[in-house]
């Protein structure tokens, strides 16, 4: 506000007379974020009132070839991508109802509904994306998948497009990928201490198996990619094979799979193995073929990194046995096996603190047992956000991981061959020194970085 050049060019350039003000940093965010909310539905607005709806039902490709490249539908697409990035959505829903077409961005792992668009465009809008994403837009009647890169005040995503007809009308979801975003590191995916250390003694080992585990949109992919970083140099060969490539790694062979051409994860682990590779990572261990090669790879002198549907750490050793690998090879060859969720963060703008109902300090101290001893229950603090703008009135904004890490000691790898139930290794590992993931939880809401709600939320659901 001080720099009267600044302020002189602007007020020549916009030929409006300038005001300056001064504003905190946090003020400044919440007012470009409910500036930015406001704008996608009047931007969307004023493009809809634009569209010519007498050619709403045209049925051959040329003339719809017509209709989506008009401005008014260009400009719609534009708006929904560029709002996604703005609010850092990782997925953008466009759904047909009867009526009307709804838009919804998920963000921080919610889905909030943004906007609701009138049905006549929703044809255009679907076959502007398909043209944008390489898809046929004459083909509605099974699903595609297709891709494309969009660009947004200097900043650049790929969109993964996936298709779906349904009983009003095709349905779209985008994910985005963000493209050059930094790798975090474990501090910043939310490891901590005993943690941090049993995972850089498992990455630094020359073979072996490291899994994580996890539902779909538990943030598996991020943390391999940390691990993959932190031990990427010159002296090694590190090659992946991805579904798809979610971010790309300066010095790693990063490969697509593409099941159509023949390329699938097993086979395109037979032909990394005669590629010299040190470590290898496998996107996905998704049926027996998978993960016997991946066993096999490790027993040969590789360090391999997968991941895994089970819903805890100790629950991957019988999944892995269930899929047919032999209970003994699995004992000499899994280093580690992580298992996560991720919780939204508390919004730093607008975070306050309480004191917890007696319900809830009892609830703490029956799962944290001895770790709650640390804890004066008369002066405990928990804390949450009084909703604002910048969180987009949620509470929450950003996510952080919640972890149970199990290195493979010989007493569990002892009852892995003795196929016990996983309820029983995960006893082992608690004895260990293993924090479960709620336990993981509850330490970090105690430290203000999320909710006991958002903790119940995730590691309970």
Avoid at 267 to 273: E, N, Q
Avoid at 389 to 397: H, I, P
Avoid at 418 to 432: C, L, R, Y
């Amino acid at each position: 506000p001080l720099d009267v050049a600044a302020l002189d060019f602007l007020e020549k350039k916009s030929q409006c007379r300038i005001v300056p003000a001064f504003g905190v940093p946090a003020d400044i965010k919440i007012a470009i974020a409910e500036k930015y909310s406001q704008g996608l539905s009047g931007d969307v607005d004023a493009a809809v009132k634009e569209v010519d709806f007498s050619t709403k039902r045209v049925v051959d490709e040329k003339s719809i070839n017509d209709v989506i490249r008009e401005a008014p539908i260009a400009k719609i697409v534009t708006t929904l991508l560029s709002f996604a990035m703005k609010s850092m959505a990782s997925d953008i829903h466009i759904e047909p109802l009867e009526d009307k077409t709804r838009v919804r961005y998920r963000i921080d792992g919610i889905l909030h509904e943004k906007l609701l668009l009138p049905k006549d465009v929703h044809d255009a809008v679907i076959s502007r994306i398909k043209i944008l994403a390489g898809m046929k837009i004459d083909e509605k009647r099974v699903p595609q998948d297709g891709r494309f890169s969009f660009r947004s005040d200097e900043r650049e995503v790929d969109l993964r497009v996936s298709t779906l007809p349904s009983a009003h009308g095709e349905k779209i979801v985008m994910r985005l990928l963000q493209k050059g975003q930094n790798v975090p590191d474990l501090s910043e995916l939310g490891f901590r201490g005993r943690a941090i250390k049993n995972v850089e003694d498992a990455i630094k080992a020359t073979h072996g198996v490291v899994l994580v585990t996890g539902p779909t949109g538990s943030g598996k992919t991020t943390t391999l990619y940390s691990l993959l970083h932190k031990i990427n140099t010159t002296k090694v060969n590190i090659i992946t094979l991805e579904d798809p490539i979610e971010y790309e790694m300066a010095g790693v062979n990063q490969v697509q799979i593409n099941p159509q051409a023949g390329l699938t994860f097993a086979s395109g682990l037979r032909s990394i193995l005669r590629q010299d590779p040190n470590i290898i990572m496998v996107g996905e261990v998704r049926d027996s073929e998978t993960a016997e090669l991946t066993i096999n790879a490790a027993l040969t002198g590789h360090l391999v990194f997968s991941t895994l549907h089970t819903n805890s750490a100790a629950g991957a050793l019988p999944r892995l046995i269930d899929m047919g690998v032999e209970p003994f090879l699995l004992a000499s060859v899994i280093n580690l096996i992580i298992a996560q969720r991720v919780v939204r963060k508390i919004c730093s703008s607008c975070k306050e603190s309480y004191h917890p109902s007696p319900e809830i300090i009892n609830s703490l101290q029956k799962a944290l047992g001895p770790i709650f001893k640390q804890y004066d229950p008369n002066n405990l603090l928990l804390y949450r956000g009084r909703h604002c703008e910048a969180c987009n009135n949620t509470g929450y904004k950003g996510r952080v991981g919640i972890y149970e890490v199990m290195p493979v000691s010989e007493k569990i790898s002892l009852q892995a061959i003795s196929k016990v139930p996983s309820s029983e290794i995960e006893k082992t590992a608690i004895n260990d020194g293993m924090l479960t993931m709620d336990l993981d939880g509850y330490l970090k809401a105690l430290e203000g970085i999320t909710t006991i709600e958002e903790v119940m939320r995730v590691a309970k659901g």
